[in-house]
């Protein structure tokens, strides 16, 4: 399997943050895979920031959900991220992540994505 995030490039802040992953050999609809988002900002862990699963059901670390959306296009194997109102605190590494059970085992090479104005 290979994810493979999209380059948004510079996001301004207020503006919302649109990333598409693409998924290639397997398909997101396959039981019972669960596809995450998670970043990283600079010199900090992990964040996990939703998933959507092979159902299409969502769901969405708390402290983020007021902002994040997380939807999918079955028919190109992609799933996205939005999120909204960005400030400069949103600047980190975005990957994209296929879960199954309690481990993420695949992970995409990751997009940066600075909020500056």
């Known amino acids: 399997v290979q994810l493979q995030e999209s380059v948004p490039g510079l996001v301004k802040p207020s503006q919302t943050l649109s990333l598409i992953c693409t998924v290639s050999?397997?398909?997101?609809?396959?039981?019972?895979?669960?596809w995450s988002w998670i970043r990283q900002p600079p010199g900090k862990g992990l964040e996990w920031m939703g998933a959507?699963?092979?159902?299409?059901?969502?769901s969405y670390s708390p402290s983020l959900k007021s902002r994040t959306s997380i939807s999918r296009d079955t028919s190109n194997n992609q799933f996205t991220l939005q999120l909204s109102s960005v400030t400069p605190e949103d600047t980190a590494r975005y990957y994209c992540?296929?879960?199954?059970?309690?481990?993420?085992?695949?992970w995409g090479q990751g997009t940066q994505v600075t909020v500056s104005s």
């Open positions: 050999g397997v398909s997101i609809t396959t039981k019972y895979y669960g």
């Open positions: 959507i699963d092979y159902s299409g059901s969502t």
């Open positions: 992540v296929r879960g199954f059970g309690l481990a993420w085992d695949s």
